[in-house]
């Protein structure tokens, strides 16, 4: 793999667009989240039958990332990117104008493929730009996505449901994304160059390695924290602790803005103290929180509600930094893609199935009681992560 090095305005620009692009990435698979009271009652369907929406979405995802790495050794990594944004736009432009309940789920397995595609992509680029000693600034730039979709998800869903059905607020969404696709392939720098496709051997390496499912676990449940229950929140705020919509909406998107003035903050952090202690501090934290979360009574859950995500953010700097640091500079596209797969399929598929049965059985909080003390013990692995030192080119 050959990296043109870029400039410092140019390392700045790409990153802007990269963010742009993954915040949009994001907001796609999450828009359903603020959405679910809205298409349950539109769809007749129960908790867990809209939770299953998200599987279908992390099967697609799946793929998409499992893919990458053939796409990647095809094509280049921006033109990777670009595909990625624009069949995002085609896959929600097809959620939008679907009329049956399987269309849709067609749809969204369609919305995450490509959405897959873009992570190993993106970062891989990002690292390959910037110098080792920045990976965490840099990422934690880039991760600033997730934190403002989170936040602008449930906002931008209330706005445009007063003038659009759910399927028009789907179908902006996919329009922005394929716009923006089209941008970054026709004006965008970096990556360009090939990335390393998967073979049984280098898969074989990589699975054989224990800080590989070390990581893998501990994916597994940052991302079940932040997709997770982000993606079932909604439904427990209206459903359990009998919240309107308009104000569950409201409190859940701006309980994300704590975590924006600590997300700059997160790569040096992770720079500054290492990896491994700054996964430590934030698995620690996020369980607690979860926890009480699921305990305490309204007035000081909602309290709860903005304590819980503000380390999180700080977790995947970190994180990606030990996935790019557990294999050559070739292979960490395919250690990205494998390790977030896994993650994926179960943080952000099987755990909002899990907690819709949880509420349909009225116990939501018991659901929040179990993931966050699962976050908790999760620690008890990072002392035995091995990393390897960072090899430059």
Known sequence: MTAVPLT??????????????????????IALA????????????????????????????????????????????????????????????????????????IG???????????????????TASVSPANWGKAISIHELAPSLAYMAAPLIVEGLLVFFPWQGVLALIGGVSFILGLFFLRLGQGGDFKGEAPTPGNIRLL?????????????????????????????????????????????????RLPVLAIAPISGWVSDRFGPKPTLTAALLFSGLMTILLGILPDRWMILMLFLQPMLMICFF????????????QASRNLSISLTVLIAYLIGGGLIPIALGAFGDAGAFGLAFIIVGSLILLSVFLIPALKIREVEEG
């Open 207 to 255: 699975i054989g390695k224990p800080a590989f499912w070390i990581m893998v676990a501990l994916f597994s449940l940052a991302i079940a924290f932040s997709m997770g229950l982000y993606s079932m929140m909604t439904l427990y705020l209206v459903a359990e602790r009998g919240i309107d919509r308009g104000l569950a909406n409201t409190l859940v998107g701006l309980s």
């Open 317 to 328: 700097p970190a994180g990606f930094t030990v996935l790019s640091r557990i294999v050559p």
């Open 34 to 105: 603020p959405l679910l009271p809205v298409i349950e009652k539109d769809l007749g369907l129960g908790h867990a039958g809209a939770g299953s929406f998200f599987m279908m979405m992390a099967l697609g995802y799946a793929a998409g990332l499992f893919v990458s790495g053939y796409l990647s050794a095809k094509l280049t990594f921006r033109q990777t990117i670009a595909l990625s944004a624009i069949a995002i736009g085609c896959a929600f432009f097809l959620v939008a104008a679907s009329r049956t309940l399987w269309a849709i789920r």
């Open 108 to 126: 969204l397995v369609l919305t995450g493929i490509p959405a897959g595609i873009y992570l190993p992509s993106g970062i891989t680029t990002i």
């Open 8 to 29: 410092r305005k140019s390392q700045l620009l790409l990153l802007g667009l990269l963010t742009t692009i993954f915040f949009v990435n994001f907001l796609a698979r």
